[in-house]
């Protein structure tokens, strides 16, 4: 590819980086840090708080690990398509005199 390849080969790579986000955060189980059980103080409203605060933990990391890994998928699937057309890549990457991608 000519004048483009730069282009795609930072799409891959954020690509690549949004991949390697989501294994940190697979890596990290911030849920599992969270105490479980009665806390020691059984029926508490400070174990029925954390009990939330686990669940919400656990809800949110799996969305956002979703989402990133959709969003590798989506950059991989993209940087492959310009790598193999050059047509479209002069199309959809092109750069203005000042520097702002031309919009679609």
């Not at 891959?12 to 009665?38: E, I, N, S, Y």
């Amino acid at each position: 590819m000519t004048g483009y390849q730069v282009v795609v080969d930072k799409i891959r790579g954020t690509g690549q980086a949004a991949g390697r986000v989501v294994d940190g955060l697979r890596g990290a189980g911030c849920p599992t840090a969270v105490p479980a059980g009665d806390l020691g103080m059984p029926g508490s409203r400070a174990a029925l708080a954390m009990a939330r605060v686990k669940h919400v933990l656990v809800s949110r990391q799996a969305g956002f690990e979703s989402r990133l890994a959709a969003y590798a998928g989506n950059m991989a699937k993209a940087a492959d398509h310009y790598a193999g057309r050059e047509d479209a890549a002069a199309a959809d990457l092109s750069v203005r005199a000042l520097g702002q991608v031309k919009p679609s």
